[in-house]
């Protein structure tokens, strides 16, 4: 794994977005890994200025998101289609019709799941693959304990994930018990991975990241056995950690 320490979240946002500008520059077909949660905000903000400024075009690239709250539709607010479509896809000239998160509020999530992983590979697979990371070291919506080999699954979400989340919602029992999300098995298929972790509040996971062994019991750590994973963190997240790469 590969770290690129950032000043600050602002830094870590504006290298994370010149990363992809780049590769979509460059590819403009890009199969697109894409997460939610309260990081990667500062790199669609990004995205946005430079589709505005300099015309980055995203009218060919497919992107992927990680996962999905069971329940809510995609005009509810707290989804994270609602997320994606406010925070990017409103914004640049991607094609809706591209832009493929699973479905919450189907009445068969297991048939949902399954044509969704069959739905990335059908893509031949994801090209760059965006990551948040949990306090408990969950990637997508998967909880410690997640198989490695697991595909597009519903999980039930712990306590904590709930509690973290419920910041976006008027409530904690809002928060939806249950998701959608990709699979390890299925993240670990992309061909690159860039994992953010910023703040104070990650340092931990990181420092369990970096110090600590491959294992079930840390989704995050699976990450450790992918030949392109770059993590960017920032000083909040790093400082006085050991630095093992
Ligand atoms: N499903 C998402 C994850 O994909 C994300 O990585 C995590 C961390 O979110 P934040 O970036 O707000 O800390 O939140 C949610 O649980």
Known sequence: ?????????????????????????SFPKLKLGLATGGTPIGIYKNLIADHQKNG??????????????????????NSYRYYMNHHLFDHIDIQKKNTFIPRGDVDNIQSECSAYEDLIQKHKGIDLQILGIGTNGHIGFNEPGTSFKSETHVVNLTASTRMAN????????????????????TIMKSKEIILLISGEQKKEALNRLLTGTVDESFPASALKNHPY???IADKAAIAGLKIHS
């Not at 950032?6 to 290298?15: C, E, F, H, M, T």
């Not at 497919?62 to 996962?67: E, R, Y």
């Open 56 to 77: 980055t075009s995203y009218r060919e690239i497919t992107t992927f998101n990680l996962d999905e709250y069971v329940g809510l539709a995609g005009h509810n607010q």
């Open 229 to 231: 994973v770059t993590i």
């Open 166 to 185: 419920a910041r976006y919602f008027n409530s904690l029992e809002e928060v939806p018990t249950r998701a959608i999300t990709m699979g390890i098995g």
């Open 1 to 25: 794994m590969k770290i690129i320490e950032a000043k600050d979240y602002q830094d870590l946002s504006k290298i994370a977005a010149d990363y992809i500008i780049n590769k979509v520059n």
